[in-house]
């Protein structure tokens, strides 16, 4: 009897010490700072990146811009998401549809303002001042860059200082952040290069770098819009290809 009870004391004992720890453990971690998480940046981008912020790729946030800020309009998804009532603003530059009250697809991508009347500018600040107060600001939108084959060939990888680029029919990327596989010693060193006829054929020939396209068959003009859509969904698009200018004579 006697061990039976210094058993039931030794168990009680150990349940009270097990307790007492559990409790010192909560109450340390109910003080400790709650971890916050990074809110969500785009930074500087372009129209065309914004646009395919739209909601149809459920791994981006829905985005639109006012007067070239941008704004995460995500938290109201169902207003602005696929098939909802706004989401013809969704990965749109909508000033100009604020202004105007309008819906209408010629004035959605627009910051045409310069014809603008006193009463739709004062909707338009009205507008600006409900975004500022309802959602986070996440960016600004920057022009399209105009580059040349010569100058698209400087951002190749092999300068540090230069972000990575490279084109697909015209449309230029910067895939700084992909540069284990596009840069100079990856799977796909295509950095610095228009490389539509190469990703079409899956090819990895340097000497298919180019946009010679019009005599691919159905599947590789498959593939070529599959890469495309990749692209478009991993990598900020920043400019498009011009002719090269003509050198300058004496």
């Known amino acids: ?43 500087e981008i372009t129209l065309e990146t914004l646009s395919t912020y739209s909601g149809y790729d459920y791994t981006k946030p829905i985005l639109v811009a006012v007067n070239r800020v941008v704004y995460d309009v995500t938290k109201h998804a169902h207003k602005f998401g696929p098939g909802k009532e706004l989401h013809m603003y969704a990965g749109q530059e909508i ?23 006193a009463e739709q500018v004062e909707r338009l600040q009205a507008a600006v001042t409900e975004m500022n107060s309802d959602y986070d600001v996440v960016g600004e939108i920057v022009d399209m860059k105009e580059i040349s084959l010569e100058d698209l060939g400087k951002h190749s990888g092999h300068d540090p200082s230069r972000p990575m680029y490279l084109s697909i029919l015209g449309t230029v990327y910067d895939i700084t952040r992909g540069k284990n596989f596009y840069g100079p010693d990856g799977m796909y060193p295509f950095a610095g290069k228009e490389c539509a006829r190469a990703l079409a054929l899956m090819s990895t020939d340097l000497a298919d770098c180019n946009d010679n396209v ?37």
């Open 1 to 43: 009897d006697d061990f039976a009870t210094m058993d039931f004391l030794v168990l009680i004992l150990v349940g009270v010490v097990i307790g007492l720890v559990l409790l010192v453990f909560w109450q340390a971690s109910s003080a400790s700072t709650p971890i916050e998480v990074a809110k969500f940046k785009v930074g």
């Open 95 to 117: 000033s100009r549809a604020l202004a105007k009250g309008s819906r209408e697809k010629e004035d959605l991508g627009s910051g045409q303002l310069h014809d603008l009347g």
């Open 214 to 250: 019009s005599d691919l068959q159905y599947m590789e003009r498959e593939n070529l819009r599959e890469w495309q859509a990749k692209f478009n969904s991993k990598y900020p698009i920043v400019g498009r290809i011009v002719p090269t200018p003509p050198a300058k004579t004496e």
